[in-house]
């Protein structure tokens, strides 16, 4: 009798721990929010066009942008916005192929009130710099790599126009589906779905729960937008942390107390993933971004017992501090099987958790439809990717891996790290191989 119920305390106790906690943490979360966007989203409102619509300054920087730049300048001319009430700042901070002949180009062929200023390199030099030569009444920044949709500038702007409290705002960033569509090896091109699937998702979900309660995490650097009477009561753009973009949503939202929200109409199309290599350095260059900026604005608010008033303590428990455990339990659940856990049980919990992160997918699928039905061609493509939501969580999993290997290369360097998942997975093997070797040395 005993025996059965230390085994019955023992089966419970993993269950509590290995379920329960991301139940409570991630998925019913995620269950309630995406009821909220879905009836929040029921009947969108339009917003009307002005009498007189304000002059603009749209910032490009460059850096090496010869095959990208021409067509991002040409989605500029294209909007739908009036192109006589555009500015355009490319800020050039030490290209060394032939983007100022794309730039020339651009400007013999569009005609567009663009000037090209030099800067000093990174991203955030060239940002602050083209912010104090703008003159537009809204200031919005663009990747050089990357392409508006038609309506997106008039859609940002209509933004600030009918809701004065709003002094900045995320435009919703996508991969651009023709490129996925053409992608023709099958490995690349599921890591590509996937992350189309991730981007809209976490841009016509995730953010635009964060938007409703003022919460947003981070304006995402491809596309902002800012009123230019906010962004020059700011620091500017801070130069010495990866997340710049991360640390001036931080700026105007707590040091200034204004709104920043997310334009979910207003889209804008970079190019997909080019492979396992760049998503590994992409999200260690986030997580880097990300812990830097919390460090900075969390030194007096980074205790359990903010958990519930500070949205940033939670937003670190659950995106990083779980990432731990995450990883932890995995490699307990080959241990537990030596202290006689039932690998049915074992397999069981996993297939019960990867199914509720499934139902998690589809919940957000049906949200980010809703907010597509404006964008015809958009909305018909993801809604062929449905079958994504099968495959998000292992993606996400592999992704939460990279950002803990990130997590783990802050804190014990202070440099960016820069090696590929090619280079870091071979450096890994050398180390186990030195380790079996020295073992062998060691029996004989």
Request: positive net charge; charged residues 20%.
């Amino acid at each position: 009798m005993r025996y059965f119920w230390y085994l019955t305390v023992r089966q419970m106790g993993f269950w509590l721990t290995w379920i329960l906690i991301p139940i409570i943490v991630e998925i019913v979360p995620a269950f309630i929010s995406a009821f909220i966007l879905m009836f929040k989203n029921r009947h969108p409102v339009a917003e009307p066009v002005p009498m007189k619509l304000p002059f603009i300054t749209v910032i490009v920087p460059v850096y090496n942008s010869e095959d990208t730049l021409y067509n991002c300048v040409k989605s500029i001319k294209e909007s739908t916005y009036p192109s006589n009430l555009i500015q355009v700042i490319l800020a050039d901070n030490q290209s060394t192929d032939n983007s100022f002949g794309e730039f020339a180009r651009a400007q013999t062929d569009f005609g567009l009130n663009m000037q090209l200023i030099k800067t000093k390199k990174g991203k955030a030099n060239a940002l602050n710099a083209s912010i104090y030569q703008s003159i537009g009444t809204y200031i919005i920044n663009i990747d050089s790599d990357g392409t508006l949709e038609e309506h997106a500038l008039m859609n940002v702007v209509l933004k600030f126009e009918n809701n004065l409290d709003i002094s900045a705002l995320t435009g919703t960033i996508l991969p651009r589906k023709d490129m996925v569509k053409r992608t023709k090896k099958f490995p690349l091109r599921l890591l590509r779905k996937n992350e189309y699937f991730e981007y809209a998702q976490a841009f016509l979900s995730g953010r635009v729960i964060e938007s409703y309660n003022d919460q947003l995490f981070t304006m995402s650097g491809a596309f902002s937008a800012f009123r230019k009477s906010t962004i020059m009561k700011t620091f500017m753009y801070d130069t010495k942390t990866l997340g710049e973009d991360t640390e001036m949503t931080f700026q105007i939202r707590d040091r200034l107390k204004k709104k920043v929200l997310i334009c979910t109409d207003a889209i804008f199309y970079i190019e997909p993933i080019s492979g396992l290599d760049e998503l590994y350095r992409q999200r260690q260059r986030w997580q880097r971004g990300e812990l830097e900026v919390a460090k900075s604005y969390m030194k007096n608010d980074a205790s359990l017992k903010n958990f519930f008033t500070n949205f940033l303590v939670r937003r670190m428990l659950i995106d990083h501090t779980f990432i731990f455990p995450k990883m932890i339990w995995l490699f307990a659940s080959f241990v537990l099987l030596f202290l006689r856990y039932s690998p049915v049980i074992l397999g069981m919990s996993y297939v019960i958790i990867y199914l509720l992160y499934v139902m998690v997918s589809m919940l957000n699928y049906a949200c980010v439809r809703m907010l597509l039905k404006r964008f015809e061609n958009e909305e018909r493509f993801y809604a062929k990717l449905s079958w994504v939501a099968l495959t998000l969580p292992m993606y996400n999993f592999i992704c939460s891996w990279f950002r803990l290997i990130g997590s783990l290369n802050v804190s014990g360097n202070e440099q960016w790290n820069s090696l590929s998942f090619k280079d870091e997975s071979n450096n890994a093997v050398k180390v186990v191989k030195g380790d079996v070797r020295n073992l062998e040395r060691n029996r004989n």
